[in-house]
């Protein structure tokens, strides 16, 4: 069974920080990958920013220059260091990882972020 511990969101005004964290355990498959999915209110989810195992990282243009991920494989955690924040990156932002090459994958319950003056 896999157990999700995803914390950091709130509420801040437009152009304050953020620091999303997310560890996982429990996982019955190997960690490739690990991500922040962004879901506005009423809307679908969609990528933010991951990393592999590797370092690699992908970033949504939108969050180019103010997001930053990052992780600790010995701890199976990721981070999402969020800056210069928008109302519009208000939403549920669900931490997830995966296998790619074998096609398995598992999602976080979510935290809120709230971008408000």
């Known amino acids: 069974q896999v157990q999700f511990v995803e914390s950091g969101g709130g509420l801040v005004q437009p152009g304050g920080s953020l620091r999303l964290s997310c560890a996982v355990s429990?996982?019955?498959?190997?960690?490739?990958?690990m991500g922040w999915y962004h879901q506005p209110p009423g809307k679908e989810c969609q990528l933010v920013a991951d990393i592999t195992r590797g370092g690699g990282r992908y970033y949504k243009d939108s969050v180019k220059g103010r997001f930053t991920i990052s992780r600790d494989t010995d701890k199976d955690a990721a981070y999402l260091q969020m800056r210069r924040l928008r109302p519009e990156d208000t939403g549920l932002y669900y931490c997830?990882?995966?296998?790619?090459?074998?096609?398995?994958?598992?999602w976080g319950q979510g935290t809120q972020v709230t971008v408000s003056s």
């Open positions: 997830h990882v995966a296998d790619l090459s074998r096609k398995k994958d598992a």
């Open positions: 429990g996982t019955e498959f190997r960690i490739t990958v």
